[in-house]
């Protein structure tokens, strides 16, 4: 009997513990607010206490490295830029998961803008002048005003004096703020964020043109997710509104709700990419 019982201590001793499972890697771009990602911790915190897993929050510099860590399944959910979105959504490694409402619809602008004291008025006057582009994949801080400029009968690889990219919108702000740049199209989204909040780079820009709309930088999961997850997750944003701490928090993110869309949504964008 003693022996019997040592041998059971002993294997009990041995057992592995239970391993717990892996955090939830989220991936976040430049086509959120980067100086506030104390908000997105704590979206974060909500989500993993919806779903009943803890979300990490990753936070890559360009678009293309957040693309590549959805393509080689190091993240399992990102919220990524319109423009790589409409690019690669028929490759199969990843889909739309939910669509940020920003101002009652799932949509957003390219913001063309120049310091506050500029004379300037028009994508034709900026032209022998310095811009500041966002990111080579970004929709609104690339494709939409080499686009326009395709439409004033000009090359956009030789219309500036110079370019040069602030892989984030609000880097591009502050360039225009504090004369680095003549001029930037911005994410619609991040300018009014920094504005509501009393940004003294909105204060030193003005907004000379609007473009026409598309659809806001989506949320997008891994293809290979397990489906039950997946469909945690989305529920957990889908319902943010109907909860009292994801209000509050949808308020702070400045954001109505999020809802599902139909890939279309993102045509607009897709011509775009024609155009580069």
């Known amino acids: 009997m003693r022996r019997f019982l040592i041998s059971l201590l002993f294997a009990t001793l041995c057992v592995a513990p239970a391993r717990a499972d892996p955090p939830i890697r989220f991936g976040l771009t430049a086509a959120v607010v980067r100086e506030h990602l104390d908000l997105y911790d704590r979206l974060a915190a909500y989500l993993g206490r919806k779903v009943g897993r803890t979300v990490q929050i990753v936070q890559r510099r360009s678009y293309r490295e957040a693309m590549e860590l959805i393509e080689n399944g190091e993240h399992d959910f990102a919220w990524i830029c319109s423009l790589p979105y409409a690019k690669y959504r028929d490759s199969r490694r990843f889909g739309l998961l939910a669509v940020p409402v920003f101002r009652g619809e799932p949509l957003y602008r390219s913001y063309?803008?120049?310091?506050?004291?500029?004379?300037?008025?028009?994508?034709?006057?900026?032209?022998?002048?310095?811009?500041?582009?966002?990111?080579?994949?970004?929709?609104?801080?690339?494709?939409?005003?080499?686009?326009?400029?395709h439409e004033l009968g000009r090359?956009?690889?030789?219309?500036?004096?110079?370019?040069?990219?602030?892989?984030?919108?609000?880097?591009?702000?502050?360039?225009?703020?504090?004369?680095?740049?003549?001029?930037?199209?911005?994410d619609s989204y991040v300018w009014e964020f920094l504005a509501r909040h009393g940004s003294p780079l909105t204060n030193d820009t003005r907004i000379v043109a609007q473009s026409e709309a598309y659809g806001f930088p989506p949320l997008v999961y891994r293809v290979g997710v397990e489906p039950a997850l997946r469909e945690r997750m989305a529920t957990a944003l889908l319902t943010m509104d109907s909860d009292p701490d994801g209000r509050r928090l949808l308020a702070e993110l400045m954001l109505d709700r999020f809802t599902t869309a139909d890939p279309a949504l993102y045509d607009g964008v897709g011509r775009n990419i024609d155009r580069r």
């Not at 008025?121 to 582009?133: H, I, N, P, W």
């Not at 219309?159 to 892989?167: A, E, W």
């Open 155 to 186: 090359n956009p690889d030789s219309f500036f004096r110079h370019t040069f990219f602030t892989y984030g919108h609000t880097e591009q702000i502050e360039a225009v703020a504090a004369r680095l740049a003549d001029g930037a199209a911005v």
């Open 112 to 149: 063309l803008i120049v310091h506050r004291s500029s004379p300037v008025q028009t994508m034709a006057e900026l032209e022998k002048r310095v811009f500041a582009y966002s990111d080579p994949d970004s929709n609104t801080g690339y494709a939409v005003p080499r686009r326009q400029i």
